[in-house]
């Protein structure tokens, strides 16, 4: 779909790079000729990764770090500059979330949360602004967010993430503005359900579950990871260089199946069709 060397001479800091979405982002961002530069708090995804990078033929490199922890985060770019030679553009991929009713969480639960996704975000942009901002470098972040947040509808049963991704679109839409005359552009996507194996333990635990969702899905199907990775990899090219502090939505339509009154009229079988056309009234 791209052009090999889209990314080319990019150097591209993925946070949760070592799994699910960030993990398939990051290889793809390797096919179109970016250098990877890895974080997440396990070593053993990160490696693995980093290696199946490298067996394309792109470099790689990785960093273990809590983003919760901005000393981590800036140790984790310190070594990334030291790899690379500097960091030009920033994914903030890693979450934290699981289905809970929210009256039984702790507030420590809801902390761990919003301190990956809302904390993690500020403090990996804000740590790599900083120094675009004093080199008078470009710099481009893309923020993942979800559906709940683009549609500003929020979600039951994942609170703390609703409230943290939330707060990444605020971040994304507030900071695309305050910092353009920096040249730092920053954009975000609302994936709908792409499964992977940390956000289906969490959200999907029983195949009962995943059934109810797929089936309840307009186009009766999951994302492909290769669909999110190809409109990261556009959003983050040069190509899009207009676009600035917008958040696409990458559902199938599933977003809008909640909104619409009667779109749950999509299961209504032939014959209660035939019934409502033969009772038309002009
Ligand atoms: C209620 C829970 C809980 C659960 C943890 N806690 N899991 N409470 N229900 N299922 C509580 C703990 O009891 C504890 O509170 C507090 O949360 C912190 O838990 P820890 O395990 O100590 O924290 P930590 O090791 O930092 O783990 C963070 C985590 C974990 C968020 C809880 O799930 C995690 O590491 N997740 C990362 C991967 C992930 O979640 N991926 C899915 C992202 S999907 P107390 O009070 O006991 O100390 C996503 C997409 C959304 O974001 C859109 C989908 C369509």
Not at 187 to 203: D, Q
Request: glycine share 8%; hydrophobic share 45%.
């Amino acid at each position: 779909m791209f052009q090999t060397d889209l990314l080319k001479g990019r150097t591209i800091l993925i946070t949760g790079g070592g799994t699910g979405l960030g993990r398939s982002m990051a290889l793809r961002f390797a096919d179109l000729g970016a250098n990877l530069f890895l974080v997440a708090r396990r070593e053993e995804p990160l490696k693995e990764t980093a290696d199946a990078i490298r067996v394309k033929g792109a470099r790689a490199a990785y960093a273990s770090a809590d983003i919760r922890d901005f000393a981590a985060v800036e140790n984790a770019i310190a070594a990334a500059e030291k790899e690379f030679g500097g960091v030009d553009t920033l994914v903030n991929n890693a979450a934290g979330n699981f289905i809970a009713r929210t009256e039984k969480l702790s507030p420590n639960a809801f902390n761990a949360v919003v301190g990956i996704v809302l904390q993690g975000t500020f403090h990996c942009t804000l740590a790599l602004a900083r120094k675009w901002i004093a080199a008078k470098q470009p710099g481009n972040v893309l923020n993942i967010v979800t559906t709940y947040a683009a549609a500003n509808c929020g979600s039951g049963f994942v609170v703390p993430s609703a409230c943290a991704k939330a707060g990444v679109l605020a971040m994304t839409r507030s900071l695309a503005v305050e910092w353009a005359r920096y040249r730092i552009r920053l954009n975000a996507i609302a994936p709908g359900p792409f499964p992977t194996e940390g956000a289906w333990s969490r959200l999907m635990p029983a195949r009962e579950l995943e059934e109810r969702a797929k089936n309840h899905h307009p186009m009766k199907r999951f994302g492909r990871h290769d669909e999110l990775a190809n409109l990261a990899a556009y959003l983050l090219s040069s190509q899009a260089e207009y676009v600035n502090g917008e958040c696409v939505v990458i559902d199938g339509g599933l977003w809008l199946c909640g909104a619409g009154e009667f779109n749950d009229f999509a299961d209504l079988p032939d014959a209660m069709w035939a019934t409502i056309e033969q009772s038309r009234t002009r």
